[in-house]
C-alpha cells in the first residue's frame, strides 16, 4: 500500500476513535469552560486539560525520538503578526459559544441527528475556505504582512538558541508543562470522573497517532504528505469541497479524519439509543449558529486553527503562535461566558 493511501486509512481510524470517544463522553471545550466560568462543574476542562497533557507529551516524545519534526508543522510559524493570529483565536472562541460547540462538536452532534450543527458547519466550512482562498484572502494576506515579527518557531528553538541543545530543550519544557498540566487535571477529580478522563487520555494520544500517520506511515521521497494532525476548520471546508469536486481531486488526511469522526460518532449515537433528530427553536437561533460558525470559520483561518487544532495539537507542538492563539480562544469565550458581550443562558438554551 502506498503512503498516501496508508495515511488516509490511518486517518479514517484515527477520525473514527475521536468520534466515539467524543460522543460517549460529551468532550467540549465550550462545555468545559462554561462549566468551569459559569456553573463550577470541571470535570469536562479537566478532560481536556489532560488531553492536552498526553498530546502535549506524547507529541514531544514522538519529536524526540526522530519520528517526527513537528518544526514541518503549520503551527511552527518563524514569521506570523501577533495581532492577526490572536484576533482569530478571539473571533474563533466567541463563534464557538455562539453556536455551542466548536467544530469537532458540531460534527459529532451532527452525526446524532443534530440538524442545527450542519447550518454550524456549512457557515464554518464556507467561511474558512472564503478566508484561507476566497473572496476575503487578499484582505488576510495583506492583515497578515502588517505587524509580521520573524522569531524562533517554537519555545525549544528559543531555548535552544540560548546554548541549550534541543533535546534538553523539549525535555526541560515539556517534562514540566505535560505533568502540571496532568496533575491540575488528576488532583481532585471524582471517581466518577473515570470515563471522561479516559476519553480526554484517548483523545490526547489520537493528536500522537496524527503526527504518526502524516510523518511516519505518509513518509515518501517525491510527495511527501504535509505534517499534520486532528484539527477542524480547514478541513471541515476542504470536505464541503471535496463533496462537491470529488472528479479529479484526492482526498487528503484531514478529509479522511473527518469522515472518520462522523462515522465514529454515527455508530455510537446509534448504539447508545441517543440519536435523534433536532432543529432550531427559533429563527433567532438559527442566526445565532450561522453567525458562530462563520465566526470559527474566518477566525480558525487567522488563527491557524480552532480549539483542537491549536487548542490540542498546536500547543501540542510548543509553537508560540499556538499559545498566542488559544489565549485568543480562551479571552473569546470568556468574553462570550463571562463578559459584556456574553451569550444570554436563554439563547443557550435554543441551542442546546
Sequence with gaps: MEAYELTLWAGLAIGLAFGFAARATGFCLVSGLRGWWV???RAKMRAFALALAVALAASQMLDLAGLVD????LYAQGAFSPAVVLCGGLMFGYGM???NGCGARALVLLAGGNLRSFVVLTCLGIAAYATLSGL???????ASSQGAIVTAPDLPAMLAALGLGEGAARLSLAIPLAGGIAFLALARAARDEAGLLAGGAA????VAA???????????????????????????????QYAMLATGMRP????????GVFAGALVTALVTGTARLEGFASP???????AGGALMGAGGALALGCSIGQGLTGLSTLALTSFLAAGGILAGAWVALRGPLRVARQAVAEQS
Design 284 to 290: 433567532q437561533a438559527m442566526l445565532r449558529s450561522m
Design 39 to 41: 456553573t463550577g462543574e
Design 70 to 73: 513537528l518544526r514541518r508543522s
Design 136 to 142: 476575503v484572502a487578499p484582505l488576510r494576506v495583506a
Design 203 to 206: 483523545i490526547g494520544l489520537l
Design 210 to 240: 496524527g503526527w504518526v500517520a502524516t510523518g511516519v506511515l505518509g513518509a515518501d521521497d517525491f510527495t511527501p504528505a504535509p505534517l499534520a494532525s486532528l484539527t477542524f476548520v480547514a478541513p471541515v471546508g476542504e470536505t464541503i
Design 97 to 99: 459559544v455562539l453556536a
Design 252 to 259: 487528503s488526511f484531514g478529509v479522511a479524519v473527518v469522515a
